[in-house]
């Protein structure tokens, strides 16, 4: 079938021909909103006093589309019951009226319920109606007949019934004629032929016939042309009074990706709409500020909206409007509480309201959790055939057995079967873990891989886990391989829970030959992602050879896999390297291994020559390694991205130009990785070009090609102004984004706790970002943890307990969080959580420097020069200061300074040049002592070089040297 229309020169002459409408009035004044009210009443009464069956549709018609709530809100509340009662009185008594009746009843029916007795009733009325020659009537049965609503499909009678109508001179059905006819001429005479009577009755008045021509124009728009007529028409219906066509005008005009975009006529047309009595408009007025402030709408004009749609009582204005309360603060979240009550007190079938309900019950946000109540929603919104309906009351019924029924439980299966069936990627992973599992159906591991399988054809990474875990369960040693093979299909698409199985199985020895080298390898990659779960199982494996710190089983581990070829061995061996603060050998590492042909060894080459301040030497490094990389990766599209992002980052002009134009090249194949790391450099000038809003405009492209990352880019761009305008109301329309699709997502809680812990785009809430805190450490995030443990140990949010405190922050230190083994060293060292614990506080210090903490480091080093909780030991004390000062800590070389400076036999040089590192890097204490070296000069020069370095000290913050600069000017004549 195809879609056929007026050519440009019918488009043209409509537009020609349109008469021109009285401009948008910006808003109602009262006493237009008064007089509306009243009129509108006014005839409600007067039908109310004619018996005639006429009055009864009448008056049923205007109470289906709603009346004002009050003199001062214009919104409009429908009341379809008594609508319905009121046809069905007028359906009672036989006269003209009838196939009104009878066609305005089924349309209500149709449109509130699709359950088989209520689509037959409103088909036998359809079919009654068109009978008598109501050809709207005949038009919507023929609707019905074509997408076999209420029986089979019956294309052929749809046709008849189409024909039908437009030989009654109903326009619409000469465009879906037009549209299921195969032959061209035939379509274009069916198409003139609806048009021209739309347009004639548009030219007459109808706001009906505007708006249909306007949609027809947008729906088979293939320029410009077509979609100002589209704009057109909705304009000529919005000024005959048409609610929905300005609603429409303005989605319209709304539309970012649309060449018509105009977001300031966008608002007036959803103005316009809610004026005349849209929830829907009001409703995308008042969240505007909420969702990144696209339209400008003002926050008091958002509110007052958003007020008047809370008023109708509409379930989804309630949920609407509970999501934005519960932004502020205790009082705000009370409130949501009490909008979702009422909103699920009034439920109606709306799916998208369902499911919304339905999640926050299941999951207890935002009000009190009834898994029961979340299962009947979910029930309701499945009935409509909605996948995602049908998926989550599928998994809330497996997942729940204490509250589904056995009845409930095999629907759910078959529901998920259908789910799956369509292609729901989740839906067809939950079928194989129901039947590998038998939950709610009988056991068949061979029925869940084949859904597993299903799902990886999608290219879905928890199905090919779950296939590896099958494989890798089945101990033999034919089917090892094909473990590895999905585990390593998973590790690809990064998944670092793959990278950790394939650890397991090398240094367990499962199906396949025991192999710590390779294990150290694929925990180290998993850690290098960020797996927090690797580094505990790399701090496992290092302990099974002894020893402090246990890097000696790493490193030979990962050496052993280098001399069996493993290509990531030395990317793996060189970031524990550099963890370690030890540059030279990871630079070693790496290019041996480049030297020996490794592409990626040259891109981890480069970028470690280019991190901090380069000098000449080190940014031709990068130059020869870049190239290298860039010949032997020409074929990969995202490792390319990366290489051009490092060229931009070389200051020479023929190097940016060339980064510049692989990642323009790469952007014109829609690469998202590409968009990503475009934006990014845009952001934040990298090669000297700095387009913000081009970067916005590449970050939300890449959103809508699905990059998972370029919306935490983008939201953290707004929420700290990180190369565009700080925009927290934007950030946190995008955290919720995110959190409403994946609430589970421990990334977008942590991001969620942080705003509201520092009050960024929302109202500060301590007790709102524990909550959120205790989301993602419920699930193992050590940031989560780490965040939670300090909320109790300092009271933020929750009631201080500084047990519990040291209860996350010892899991989160397990799980290898540097920061966590900090705080939990000084909690002990302080003893706020128990007796002091000098020893464990050592212990949690020395964990914390092995994994690279400078701080942690200066600690260890100071337990150490004082036997604080370990064995005094000046020697190794100096070392580790030593190790920090090297990875650029100046209180480490503060410190070194004064360890020479009042040694038993104080060693002047080094002293002095600590003493100097550390004020170039910035210490306060360091420039002031600094300083006072110099004042007891007596040249000119180096009571300059003093006032110099007191004036940084001060800047710095230091209190004496400002004391002393204020001296030092008071006592300088003139």
């Not at 210090?845 to 004082?866: C, D």
């Amino acid at each position: 079938m195809n879609r056929t229309h007026l050519g440009l020169l019918g488009a043209l002459t409509i537009l020609t021909s349109l008469p021109s409408g009285p401009a948008f009035s910006q808003a109602s004044t009262e006493v237009e909103l008064r007089d509306g009210f009243r009129s509108i009443l006014a005839k409600v009464e007067q039908l109310k006093q004619r018996n005639d069956p006429a009055a009864l549709v009448e008056r049923a018609q205007v109470l289906q589309d709603g009346l004002p709530v009050s003199e001062t809100n214009p919104l409009r509340v429908p009341q379809p019951d008594e609508a319905a009662r009121l046809y069905e009185q007028a359906l009672a008594l036989p006269g003209a009226h009838w196939p009104s009746a009878a066609l305005r009843r089924a349309k209500l029916i149709l449109a509130r319920d699709r359950d088989p007795a209520s689509v037959d009733r409103a088909a036998e009325l359809l079919r009654r109606a068109a009978a008598l020659q109501n050809h709207e009537a005949a038009f919507v049965l023929a609707g019905l007949m074509e997408a076999g609503i209420g029986g089979k499909q019956d294309p052929e009678g749809a046709r008849n019934l189409y024909q039908i109508a437009l030989r009654s001179e109903h326009g619409p059905a000469g465009l879906e004629l037009a549209r299921l006819e195969s032959d061209p001429a035939k379509a274009n005479v069916f198409a003139t032929q609806g048009l021209r009577i739309l347009f004639q009755e548009a030219q007459g008045g109808s706001a009906e016939a505007a708006r249909t021509l306007a949609d027809h124009y947008r729906d088979t728009a293939n320029g410009s042309d077509r979609i100002n007529a589209a704009i057109e028409w909705y304009q000529r219906a919005t000024d005959l009074g048409d609610a929905e066509a300005a609603l429409r005008l303005g989605r319209l005009r709304a539309d970012p990706k649309s060449a018509s975009s105009q977001p300031q006529q966008a608002k007036i047309a959803f103005e316009k709409a809610a004026q005349r009595g849209s929830v829907e408009a009001a409703m995308i007025l008042a969240e505007d500020p909420y969702n990144g402030a696209a339209l400008g709408v003002e926050a008091s004009t958002a509110d007052l909206w958003l007020n008047r749609a809370i008023e109708t009582k509409a379930p989804r204005a309630l949920v609407l409007a509970a999501e934005i309360r519960s932004q502020n603060g205790p009082d705000g979240r009370q409130a949501a509480k009490d909008l979702l009550v009422e909103a699920v007190r009034r439920v109606d079938q709306d799916v998208t309201v369902l499911v919304a309900l339905g999640r926050h019950l299941r999951d207890g946000v935002l009000i009190d959790r009834d898994v029961e109540l979340a299962l009947k929603l979910f029930d309701r919104a499945a009935a409509s055939d909605n996948s995602a309906a049908l998926y989550e009351f599928a998994r809330t019924s497996l997942a729940h057995p204490d509250v589904a029924t056995e009845t409930m439980r095999r629907t759910a299966i078959e529901r998920l079967r259908t789910a799956a069936e369509r292609g729901h990627v989740k839906a067809a992973v939950s079928m194989g873990d129901a039947l590998l599992r038998g939950n709610g159906v009988p056991e068949s591991q061979a029925e869940a891989m084949r859904w597993y399988r299903r799902a990886a054809e999608s290219g879905s990474p928890v199905a090919y886990i779950r296939l590896g875990d099958l494989y890798a369960s089945r101990f033999s040693g034919m089917e090892a391989p094909r473990a590895l093979e999905w585990y390593r299909k998973a590790a690809e698409a990064d998944s670092a829970i793959a990278m950790i199985r394939l650890g397991k199985m090398f240094n367990d020895g499962r199906g396949v030959p025991q192999d710590q080298a390779l294990a150290a390898t694929w925990f180290s990659r998993a850690a290098a992602a960020g797996s927090s779960t690797a580094m505990v199982e790399l701090s496992a494996l290092y302990s099974q050879a002894g020893g402090p710190g246990h890097f000696n089983l790493a490193r030979e581990g990962l050496e052993k896999a280098i001399k069996a070829g493993d290509s990531r061995a030395p990317i793996a061996l060189a970031k524990l390297y550099l963890a370690r603060g030890e540059r030279v050998l990871a630079e070693g590492t790496l290019r041996k291994a480049a030297e020996g042909g490794s592409a990626e060894a040259a891109l981890q080459l480069a970028e470690i020559s280019l991190s901090g301040q380069p000098t000449g030497e080190q940014q031709n490094a990068a130059r020869r390694w870049l190239a290298i990389a860039e010949k032997a990766m020409a074929a990969d599209d995202d490792q390319n991205g990366k290489i051009a992002l490092l060229y931009l980052r070389l200051p020479d002009t023929a190097s940016i130009e060339h980064g510049a134009s692989v990642l323009e090249t790469l952007v014109r194949k829609n690469s998202a990785e590409a968009m990503t790391l475009l934006a990014t450099a845009l952001l934040q000038g990298t090669g000297g070009r700095q387009d913000p809003a081009r970067a916005e405009a590449l970050l939300r492209r890449a959103i809508q090609l699905g990059h998972d990352g370029a919306r935490f880019i983008l939201a953290k761009a707004y929420r700290d102004g990180d190369g565009i305008p700080r925009d927290p109301a934007q950030a946190m329309a995008l955290y919720r984004e995110i959190y409403n699709e994946e609430p589970g997502d421990t990334k977008v809680q942590l991001a969620l706790g942080d705003a509201y812990e520092r009050g960024v785009g929302v109202a500060q809430d301590r007790r709102m970002a524990a909550e959120f805190f205790a989301q993602a450490a419920r699930q193992g995030d050590p940031d989560g943890q780490i965040r939670l443990g300090l909320a109790y140990l300092y009271g933020g949010g929750v009631e201080r307990d500084s047990r519990t405190a040291e209860q996350w922050l010892s899991q989160a230190g397990e799980a290898g969080q540097i920061d966590a083994r900090l705080q939990l060293g000084s909690l002990k060292l302080s003893g706020l959580s128990t007796a002091v614990d000098s020893e464990g506080a050592f212990a949690s210090y020395l964990r914390a420097a092995e994994g690279g903490s400078p701080l942690a480091m200066i600690e260890v080093s100071r337990a150490l020069a004082n036997g604080t909780g370990t064995q005094l030991d000046p020697g190794l004390a100096k070392t580790w200061l030593e190790r920090a000062a090297s990875l650029g800590s100046p209180d480490a070389m503060f410190e070194l300074y004064r360890l020479n400076d009042i040694a038993a036999k104080p060693n002047v040089r080094e002293a002095d040049r600590w003493l100097r590192q550390a004020a170039e890097k910035g210490h306060p204490g360091a420039m002031y002592r600094l300083a006072f070296r110099y004042q007891q000069g007596s040249s000119d020069k180096e009571r300059a070089m003093a006032r110099e370095w007191l004036e940084k000290a001060a800047r710095a913050g230091h209190s004496q040297a400002a004391k002393a600069l204020a001296k030092l000017t008071n006592a300088t004549p003139g």
